[in-house]
């Protein structure tokens, strides 16, 4: 499974961004597609995900400002899937290098794609 994430930037405290992450590859195999932060100095961070069924986590940080979506609730092998993050009313605690994921049932961190900053000024 190969996941090519974009989207991020610089934005002030209270604007949106938009971020994408395309998957593909054995996409049968996935369970979920999730976004995770790393803000600087600090772990990684689950912030929302999308199971197979359309079943969306967020975290409470991010309850009622970010939404997670998929093009399509099917994951087929040899098929392409989008994952998107919209961030609404940023705030500077939102800066952190984003990440997607996409998780197996055996394996929650199965696959990662590359990370894209988002910085929010106050």
């Known amino acids: 499974v190969q996941l090519q994430a974009s989207g991020g930037g610089l934005v002030q405290a209270g604007g949106s961004l938009n971020l994408s992450c395309s998957a593909s590859?054995?996409?049968?195999?996935?369970?979920?597609l999730a976004w995770y932060r790393q803000p600087p100095g600090k772990l990684r961070e689950v912030v929302a995900s999308?199971?197979?069924?359309?079943?969306?986590?967020?975290?409470?940080?991010?309850k009622g400002r970010f939404t997670v979506s998929t093009d399509s609730a099917i994951f087929n092998d040899n098929a392409k899937n989008t994952v998107y993050l919209q961030m609404n009313s940023l705030v500077p605690e939102d800066t952190a290098v984003y990440y997607c994921n996409a998780g197996t049932t055996a394996n929650l961190y199965a696959y990662w794609g590359q990370g894209t900053q988002v910085t929010v000024s106050s």
């Open positions: 999308i199971t197979r069924g359309g079943r969306r986590y967020y975290a409470d940080s991010v």
């Open positions: 590859g054995s996409l049968s195999s996935i369970n979920g």
